[in-house]
C-alpha cells in the first residue's frame, strides 16, 4: 500500500513538472485573408469602362481559380447608379469608377492601371493583379 502511494505520489510530480503549470494549445495554420474585389461603375459605360470590369474578374478567375471556388476571393461589379449600392459606396469612400481590393481593413486601388492598361496591355494589368492579390493573401 505504501509502495503504491510513493508511485502515484512520483508520478504526480513527474505530471507536474513536464506540463510545468502550462496549458498547451494546438497552433492552429494561418487563415488565408478573404479578398474582395470591387468595380463600381455607371450604367452608361463606355468600352475601356467595359473593358477594366471583364479583363479583371477574367485574371482573378485565371489566377485563382481554386481560392475563388472556395470564396476566399470575390469579384463584384456594382452599379453606383443602383440604390442598393450607395452604403457599399459610402462604407468604402467610392464616388466614382473605381476598381477596388479589399481585405480587413487594408484597400488597394488600381482603378488608374486598370484603366492604362485593360485595353492597351491586358498582361500588364494581370502581372499587377496579380501581384497585389499575393500581397493581401500573405
Known amino acids: 500500500m505504501k509502495a503504491t502511494k510513493l508511485v502515484l505520489f512520483f508520478a504526480l510530480i513527474a505530471a507536474a513538472i513536464s506540463s510545468n503549470g502550462q496549458n498547451v494549445k494546438k497552433a492552429e495554420p494561418a487563415k488565408t485573408p478573404t479578398v474582395e474585389a470591387y468595380y463600381f461603375h455607371f450604367t452608361a459605360r463606355c468600352a475601356t469602362c467595359l ?17 475563388v471556388k472556395n470564396g476566399t476571393i470575390t469579384f463584384k461589379s456594382i452599379n453606383l447608379d443602383d440604390a442598393t449600392s450607395k452604403a457599399l459606396a459610402n462604407k468604402l469612400k467610392v464616388t466614382g469608377q473605381t476598381l477596388l481590393f ?3 481593413g487594408q484597400k488597394v486601388d488600381l482603378t488608374n492601371e486598370g484603366f492604362l492598361y485593360a485595353k492597351s496591355n491586358p498582361d500588364k ?12 493573401l500573405k
Open 102 to 104: 479589399v481585405a480587413g
Open 51 to 67: 473593358a477594366v470590369e471583364a479583363q479583371t474578374e477574367g485574371d482573378i478567375n485565371a489566377l485563382y481559380p481554386e481560392l
Open 125 to 136: 494589368l494581370k502581372e499587377i493583379i496579380k501581384q497585389k492579390l499575393d500581397g493581401m
